[in-house]
C-alpha cells in the first residue's frame, strides 16, 4: 500500500558548486565522498541537485509520518545498473534531468 508520494523539481543552474556549503549541509558522508571525487561540473551540478530534490521528494512523501530524518541521514546512491535507490525501505525513486532542469518522484510504500 502507498503511504506517501513526494515531488520536486530543482533549477540546476541555481547550483553553486564553487562552494562547498550546500553540498555539506546536504549530502551524506558516502554521497559527499562521491561528490567531491566529480570534476565535471555540469556532472557536479546534476548529482547534488538530484541529491537535494530526491530528499525533497521524500520529505513531502513522508512528512505525516513523523519520521525522524534529516538531509544528511538519507543518502541516495545507484545500484550496479545505475538505478537510484534510498537508505530507506520500500521507498521508490524516479529521477529525470533536462540541460538545467531536474525533477524527482519518491513513493513511499507501507513497511509491514
Known sequence: MIVGIGCDIVDLTRINVDDDRLAVKVLSEPELEIYRKITNKNIKRQYLGTRFSVKESFYKATSHLNLEHT?????????ENGRPFLNYPNAHVSISHEKQMAITYVVVENIE
Request: glycine share 0%.
Open 71 to 79: 538531509y544528511k541521514s538519507l543518502t541516495l546512491l545507484n545500484d
